[in-house]
């Protein structure tokens, strides 16, 4: 054995990785310039900052889809990070990009997640300028409310990792994770919906299974290979048109099926009646807010928000209890 040094690997990346990848070396920076680690790079450093973080550890509290779901093996939003995280490293390892930073990115994409999954989005919006994301929170998180001092590519890629974002991730890394994210979502929720008995599996699209398998490792294993098959065809991440179009259809299907059914609309109805009633008593009790959220530039509203999105599920409903459970003496 032997030390190899950063700048040793530094070197590695700039031999051994393709054109397209981002190298640590020439990374944007830092908005706080720091001096280099002896042995780490740039984005493996960021990757650690990212798992130390109280953020990161939230998620094992905040659901992915189905809320309070009984029973130990329902994804939340920590295993699903960690199902993104693996999808984006073998990709990466595959395309020769860059496996830190498309780590540090799929590990941080969604710490800005409010309690309840999406329906979280939904409940937040109307108290803000066009859309509540939780992409831009997590944004907001990492450079604000925990501030990381993590590089702009980690950063960059956080801010776009969701489909619904423009402009797109500056780096093929961010791009990997828009996809690990999508491959990832689909098929564990399939599966979740199976095991909750919302689905079984010849309900779902025949296209579907034809293309991509009869199992979930068989899924992840089709969406893997096509875009590391297309993107090194094309020389851009990216998925064949066919399959991806098999992809959008299977989560339009998704959202029938699963996400908006009708027996769900119970459950998001009081998950945002929590998170509004949650929201609106502490920006009206501001001194109730812990010192953590009180940022100085913030209003007593955003400073709500700040707090009420970071709730883990389990705590969001605690509280609520706590301040609104009616009181008989």
Known sequence: ????????????????????????????????????????TAFERDRDRIIYSKAFRRLKHKTQVF??????????????????????????????????LTEAICLAHDVGHSPFGHTGEDALTPYVEGEWLHSAQGVRVLSVLEPLNLTWEVIDGVRAHSW??????????????????????????????????????????MEARRRFGDSSRAWIA????????????????????????????????????????????????RAIKVIQDLTDWFAHHPGEVPDSYKVDEADDLTRAIDYVSGMTDRFA??????LFRPTLF
């Open 222 to 269: 089709s969406m893997i290979t096509a875009v590391v098959q297309n993107s090194a065809k094309e020389g851009g991440v990216s998925m064949d048109d066919p399959t991806l179009e098999v992809m959008h259809d299977l989560r339009d299907f998704m959202f029938d099926r699963v996400y908006l059914r009708s027996d769900a609309e119970d459950q998001k109805d």
């Open 67 to 100: 809320l309070n779901p009984e029973g130990d093996h329902y994804v939340t939003r920590l295993t699903h990070t960690v199902h993104v995280n693996q999808v984006g490293r073998a990709m990466a390892v595959s395309l020769g990009l860059n496996e830190a």
């Open 317 to 322: 409903l605690a509280t609520h209890d706590h």
């Open 164 to 205: 619904k974002v423009d402009p797109p991730p500056n780096t093929p890394e961010g791009e990997l994770c828009r996809f690990a994210d999508r491959i990832a979502y689909l098929t564990h929720d399939v599966s979740d919906a199976i095991r909750a008995g919302v689905l079984t599996f010849s309900d779902l699209p």
């Open 1 to 40: 054995m032997h030390e190899i040094k950063r700048a040793e690997r530094e070197e590695r990346e700039a031999a051994m990785l393709a054109p397209e990848a981002t190298l640590s070396a020439e990374t944007r920076g830092r908005a706080h310039p720091e001096d280099p680690d002896e042995y780490r």
